[in-house]
């Protein structure tokens, strides 16, 4: 069997493939993620066990790969989690070797979460069909990836969209304008619990300045708009298409802004694409 994750600040979603081509979505496990590494991977074991045991025969119980995202940035070989801004406990630290150690495989294929969920997006989601597709998270932080011909764009370091600075007097970014860690910073309760329409109206005003940014860059055929503050409808992408074409002016016209179709789950259906896109298994 093949094992599929998605490991994010909040939530890890593990699933598994018998079959290599697909998961069983009645059989995905859901659990908060571990503060502490060796918790987490001590879970993720755990999970995996637990989803062998709907394998359809014995003999496919056995892990012959896995691959998943992490919510964090890579090192070059990714290998070690350099830097997980929302988990701390997991910076600098040595996943691709533990998981093979506790699923006993070498085949381990890591990425950032964001990249596997745009991934998924592009192929089984609301970029199906699009040569290039710019995929943009919405949640605790801002990301972003750029997937061409079905597969994530190459880079030196990775995508970390969320960070462009969008006011030169106090160099705030994106993230500060419209992430839900920053918004429950700057008034002090969950962004969830916000229901000042003049906040969200803000934050969609600097979220198409961003977006505006990433399609001068990126030129992609599609915009898809993801993450829980998009899921939620604080943030309706409707209304941020509506704001970057009022800005839009040196393109004849703006790509399509949609909202992301997978759920939670486009993680693992971008785990399940980048594996088929491993040539070691």
Sequence with gaps: MYILFDIGATKMRVAASFDGRSFDRRYVKIAATPK??????????????????????AALRKVIGVAGGVAG???????????????SKWDNRPLKKELQRALHTKNVFLENDTAL???????????KGKQIVAYITVSTGINGVRIVNGEIDRSALGFEIGHQIL????????????????????????????????????????????IHNIILHWSPHVVVLGGGTIQSGNINAAHVEKSVNKILTIFPKSPPIKKASLGDLGGLYGALAFLHQQKKI
Excluded: C, Q
């Design 36 to 57: 502490h590494f060796k918790d987490g991977i001590a879970l993720l074991r755990l999970l995996a066990r637990e989803l062998s045991e709907h394998a359809p025969r």
């Design 73 to 87: 940035s890579l090192d070059a070989k990714k290998e070690t989690i350099f830097h997980a801004p929302n988990m």
């Design 117 to 127: 969920v745009g991934l998924g997006e592009a192929v089984r989601g609301s970029g």
């Design 167 to 210: 006011d030169k007097n106090t160099a705030h970014t994106m993230e500060y304008f419209a992430g839900a860690a920053a918004l429950k910073k700057r008034y002090g309760m969950p962004a969830e619990k916000i229901h000042n329409p003049a906040v969200w109206k803000m934050a969609i005003k600097y979220l198409a300045i961003g």
